[in-house]
Structure formats: C-alpha cells, structure tokens
C-alpha cells in the first residue's frame, strides 16, 4: 500500500479518542467518528488537554500540538470516512453491532482500504466475512491508553493478506510501538491470559477470600504488576472485562471461563470503572471508597503520563 495519509477511526470512546490522537500525533489526518455527539465532544476534550499537557512539559512544541489538532477532526457522519486509507474501529465489545459497521464501511470505504478492529476478543475472521475485502480486514488491538502504551496486538484472520499485515505492521511502527502477532483465537494473546486473572480476582472478592485492596496489593506486590487486577479491571472498563469473558467461555467451551457473578451483578448495576466513576472501587468521593494502597494513584498516573511510555504501565 501507498503511504498512508488519511485514518478513519469509528468510537470515540477511551481507545478510539486515544488511537485518533496517536495517528494525528504522527502526522497523519483523522475522521473520527461516533454515533454519539457527547462522545465526540469528549473526545475532542480529551484530545486537546492530552496535547496541551504535551507542549505544557516540553514533550511537544506549539507548532506541531497545533498541527496535530487540526490534522484530527470528529464527524457524526461515517461517509466522512470514505477516503481513508485505514479504519480503525474501537466501537462497543459487541459481535453484532462490530458486524453491521463492518458491513456498512465495507460500501463506504474505498476499494484499497483496510478495515482493522481494535477488538480485545472477537474474531477477526467472522467480522471479515461480513465484507466483500476479507483479505484487508484484520486485528489492531492497542492498549489502554494508545498514547501511552508500547504494544500492538496484529490478528490476522483466515484470510487476512500478507500486504494487508505488512501494511498494518508497517503503521504500528510509524505509532512507535511494538508489534505481536496473533492468530485468530478468542482473546488473541493478551486479553487470554489477562482477562481470566481479573476474573479470578473477581471469584477471590466474591467468595470472601480477601478484601479488594488486599487482593490488589497482594498482586501489585507480591508479583510486581504495576496495578493490582482490580483496579486494572476499572480500568479497563468492567463492560469490557464482561464482554470479553463471555467471547472466551463461548468460544473457548470451558467453564473455567465463565464470568464471576460478581463481575456481571457490578455491570448490571452500571457499576462499570472509573469511566462511570464507579466500579470495584469509588471514584466520585475522593474520601469514599477508594483504595488505601497505591493503585489509585497508579491509576492517575496513567492519567498524567506523557509521550515516552514506562516499564511500568499496563493496560489491555
Ligand atoms: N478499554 C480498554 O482497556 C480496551 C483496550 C483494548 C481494546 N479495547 C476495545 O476497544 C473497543 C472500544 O472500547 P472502549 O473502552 O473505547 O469503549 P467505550 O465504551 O469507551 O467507547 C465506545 C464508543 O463507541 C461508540 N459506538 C458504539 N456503537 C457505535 C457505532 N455503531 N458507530 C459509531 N460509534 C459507536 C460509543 O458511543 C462509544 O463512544 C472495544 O472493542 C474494546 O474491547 C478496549
């Protein structure tokens, strides 16, 4: 593929406001779009304090902040995305509604373009076969948040190309980041070994084995993970959490994967993280129900972190 000029970037949501401000950081123009005007408005605000806070540290001159906020422009309409060489999509952890925007972009988009999804589980290959490109769809999952983070995830589905993979290899490294690559199995690598530990750590809060910080503590600790799996799972998003174990117990077959009730009771209650400003821990009263250790402070550093990603950050 020709030098990539133009992303289109679906969901403008924690990933999708982070992956569109990545792209633009690197000189490339961004739609972003998202069926929810709120979301763009907060996309756009998350984008503009994330580089303000770039050129306030020195990390990022004025010039090139400024260029990268006009390179980036929100759109509630997706026909705004016919142009682009790449879509990148970072909509809700649903098959279904993944399915209809893939089969929607597969008219809107132009013939040579890449549908990617920053899906964290579901199969590449079934949103492919909704399409009539199934040869240049495939997985890009970044890590939360894209900025940030150092890794991308590249699934490749049954009938991804070896142009399409070069191609998306190729953009990830002009992202900075480091590539992995994943067949196309529920969970791909990261989130198949991640997601059960943050179920498991559900089950130990569920069951009365321990208390949520003593459960944090005791991983952030006791196994050197940057923050414990509680507070990841927050977050991440426990939708997200939720979503995901469910793609793994269907897809996978066994009931090691199932969600912990716990897990989805905190969904259903729309209990979901630090998004809702509420989930395993409180986050709307600093005084109330936050964690005593230190990972809420680990997550608000998270918040605060600049262009140079650490060791220590870790997020999926
Ligand atoms: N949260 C994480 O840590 C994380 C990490 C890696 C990958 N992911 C994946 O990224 C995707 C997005 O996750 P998120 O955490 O950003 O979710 P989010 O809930 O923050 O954002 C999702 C956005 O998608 C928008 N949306 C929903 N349906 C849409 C549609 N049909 N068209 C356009 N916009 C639509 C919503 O309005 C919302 O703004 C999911 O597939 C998730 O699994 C999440």
Redesign the pocket.
Same mark, same amino acid.
């Given at each position: 593929m020709a030098e990539i000029k133009m992303i289109g970037v /679906? @969901? $403008? @949501?924690? *990933? $999708? &406001? $982070?992956i569109a401000l990545l792209a633009a950081a690197n000189g490339i123009h961004v739609w972003l779009?998202?069926?929810?005007p709120? !979301?763009?408005s907060?996309?756009q605000k998350y984008v503009s304090t994330f580089v303000q806070s770039l050129v306030s540290k020195g990390h990022l001159s004025q010039a090139a902040g400024s260029d990268a906020l006009i390179r980036l422009q929100c759109t509630s309409n997706?026909e705004d995305l016919q142009s682009a060489d790449v879509i990148i999509? !970072?909509?809700?952890? !649903?098959e279904d /509604?993944?399915k209809?925007?893939f089969s929607e972009l597969d008219k809107i988009a132009k013939g040579s373009a890449i549908l990617a &999804?920053?899906? &964290? +589980?579901?199969s590449i290959s079934r949103l492919a076969s909704v399409t009539n490109r199934p040869q240049q769809v495939i997985g890009m999952?970044? *890590?939360?948040?894209?900025p940030i983070m150092k890794l991308i995830e590249i699934v490749r589905g049954a009938d991804t190309s070896d142009e399409t993979f070069s191609s998306t290899k190729a953009l990830a490294e002009r992202f900075g980041k480091t590539v992995i690559c994943s067949r196309d199995y529920p969970g791909f690598i990261v989130?198949r070994i991640l997601m059960p530990m943050i179920n498991e750590a559900f089950y130990a809060l569920y069951t009365g084995v321990a208390t949520k910080e003593d459960i944090d503590t005791g991983m952030r600790l006791g196994t050197n993970h940057p923050m414990g799996p509680l507070t990841l799972a927050d977050?991440? @998003?426990l939708? /997200?959490c939720l +979503?995901?174990m469910k793609i793994l117990h269907a897809g996978l077959g066994d009931s090691r994967y199932a969600p912990c009730p716990l897990l989805v009771q905190y969904v259903d209650a729309g209990r979901?993280g630090r998004?809702r400003g509420i989930g395993v821990y409180d986050y709307r009263n600093p005084k109330k129900g936050k964690p005593k250790e230190k990972e809420a402070k680990v997550e608000e550093k998270e918040d605060k972190k600049e262009t140079k990603p650490k060791e220590n950050d870790a997020? &999926?």
């Open positions: /679906v @969901g $403008g @949501g924690q *990933m $999708g &406001s $982070g779009h998202d069926t929810d709120n !979301a763009l907060r996309a997706l999509e !970072a909509i809700v952890e !649903a /509604v993944k209809k925007l &999804s920053n899906t &964290s +589980s579901i999952h970044f *890590m939360n948040p894209p989130n977050f991440i @998003g939708d /997200v +979503s995901i979901l998004k997020a &999926s």
